[in-house]
Antibody, heavy 120, light 107 residues
Framework: QVQLQESGPGLVKPSQTLSLTCIVS??????????WSWIRQHPGKGLEWIGN???????YYNPSLKSRLTISLDTSKNQFSLKLTSVTAADTAVYYC????????????WGQGTMVTVSS | SYVLTQPPSVSVAPGKTARISCGVN?????VHWYQQKPGQAPVLVVY???DRPSGIPERFSGSNSGNTATLTISRVEAGDEADYYC???????????FGGGTKLTVL
């Protein structure tokens, strides 16, 4: 059974860097057929795609976040990470990691989500 | 950028059929649907326009006319009350796009 679990600080100060990790169990992030994604949800709002990373290391980012965003893989730990720099209150959200299918691009497995608040 | 349009809300009585629409000019894009209950992560309920993941009841079905995709929930139950999101992959720009979401209320 594939499971994803987000981890990281729940509180980040403005202008600092938000760093989250998604630990994958039950599947190898190096296996083909899937990519690994971050998606966020502002309080009371809809889903916003952040970006994807393939097992090759290739990334696709939401253009609105691209200048501040880095998504990376750590195959030795079977996890992937998100770094978002220069955060503001507008980055306060629940952050989800998810597994996406290469063929159809549906997200079939999601983490439980982690709330990140940007505040001094 | 590509935009998917969903009605903000849909209401339906128990036992009736709910239909939630998505998109404009979907073209050849395939549509996926997610259910999200309060405080929970989204769950995939329909993928590739009309397929259901294992464990999703047959009451959930999807269709795509090319202009509009529709999620249909038959014999609606109180437990179906949730937010529903459609999603596509825009291959022309390599982006994932979500619809704004539809709140389904069971009367």
């Amino acid at each position: 059974q594939v499971q994803l679990q987000e981890s990281g600080p729940g509180l980040v100060k403005p202008s600092q860097t938000l760093s989250l990790t998604c630990i994958v169990s039950g599947d190898s992030i190096s296996s083909g057929g899937y990519y690994w994604s971050w998606i966020r949800q502002h309080p009371g709002k809809g889903l916003e795609w952040i970006g994807n990373i393939y097992f090759s290391g290739r990334t696709y980012y939401n253009p609105s976040l691209k200048s501040r965003l880095t998504i990376s893989l750590d195959t030795s730990k079977n996890q992937f990470s998100l770094k978002l720099t220069s955060v503001t209150a507008a980055d306060t959200a629940v952050y989800y990691c998810a597994r996406g299918g290469i063929l159809g691009h549906a997200f079939d497995i999601w983490g439980q989500g982690t709330m990140v608040t940007v505040s001094s | 950028s590509y935009v998917l349009t969903q009605p903000p809300s849909v209401s339906v009585a128990p036992g009736k059929t709910a239909r939630i629409s998505c998109g404009v000019n979907l073209g050849s894009k395939t549509v996926h649907w997610y259910q999200q209950k309060p405080g929970q992560a989204p769950v995939l309920v329909v993928y590739d326009d009309s397929d259901r993941p294992s464990g999703i009841p047959e009451r959930f079905s999807g269709s795509n006319s090319g202009n509009t995709a529709t999620l249909t929930i038959s014999r609606v139950e109180a437990g179906d009350e949730a937010d529903y999101y459609c999603q596509v992959w825009d291959g022309s720009s390599d982006l994932v796009v979500f619809g704004g979401g539809t709140k389904l209320t069971v009367l």
